[in-house]
């Protein structure tokens, strides 16, 4: 049996695949600390951006790393019996306040796959959601062939 290469994805594999997936692991980080976690997200390749919905509960780690971060790195993922493909994307992190979301932007968001789920055993009202945004500076994607 031969075994498995990886190769570069191109452009338009890269689309979609981000435009395939529901959910990926954001990476930040405040001076020598790391900060992960599993996020849905949204791609929008016209704006070479993903966009994130996070909610924050009062004292919130991941808002303290969303705050610290200036540029952050990005991963989707996924295996299936053919193989894997994996896209890694840099880029930088901005909260976007209600007043500057573009229509288009909350219309993506809508089609989110978030479960619920109770964080912290608080009520949804008590968590502040934001939208926050990955600018794309650089993107990669492999794959796995035979």
């Known amino acids: ?5 990886p190769v570069e994805m191109d452009a338009t ?15 930040m980080a405040s001076g020598d600390d790391a900060y992960a976690i599993p996020v849905s997200f949204t791609f929008v390749p016209e ?3 993903l966009y994130f919905r996070l909610g ?5 780690q991941k808002k303290k790393f969303v705050d610290a971060t200036d540029h952050a790195s990005f991963v989707a993922y996924d295996h ?10 840099m880029g930088r992190l901005v909260t976007l306040s209600k007043t500057n ?4 932007v909350l219309e993506a968001l ?9 964080i912290f055993e608080r009520p949804t009202e008590e968590i502040d959601f934001t ?16």
């Open 101 to 104: 979301v573009d229509a288009s």
């Open 110 to 118: 809508k089609h989110l796959d978030i479960p619920y789920f109770k």
């Open 47 to 49: 704006e070479s951006r």
């Open 131 to 146: 939208i926050v945004a990955l600018h794309l500076g650089q993107i990669n994607g492999r794959k796995e062939t035979i």
């Open 56 to 60: 924050y509960a009062p004292g919130s």
């Open 80 to 89: 299936q019996s053919d193989g894997w493909q994996s896209v890694v994307a």
């Open 13 to 27: 594999e890269i689309v979609d695949f981000l435009e395939s997936q529901l959910a990926g692991v954001l990476a």
């Open 1 to 5: 049996m031969p075994a498995h290469q």
